[in-house]
């Protein structure tokens, strides 16, 4: 699996003035959850909230073997 980090930074109030609108500011990628968690915590203590938002997302890979003579067939 792979992880990214996405990093925001408010530019003021959303449509409904009801909390906060968020812009890309930059990413980080990763395949290990556990250092992707450090990672998260390190940027918290340096972009804190409301002034950043920070989420991650899990991407899952999937991956099968495919018979190459059955292709030669088609």
């Known amino acids: 699996m792979k992880y990214k980090i996405n990093v925001s930074k408010a530019y003021g109030l959303n449509w409904d003035h009801s909390g906060m609108a968020y812009e890309f ?3 980080v990628y990763d395949e290990c959850l556990d ?11 340096i ?16 991956m099968q073997d495919v018979d190459i003579d059955y292709l030669d067939k088609g």
């Open 25 to 27: 500011y930059f990413r």
């Open 47 to 62: 972009y804190p909230s409301p002034q950043y938002k920070i989420c991650l997302t899990e991407t899952k890979t999937y």
């Open 35 to 45: 250092r992707s968690k450090s990672i998260i915590g390190e940027l918290k203590s």
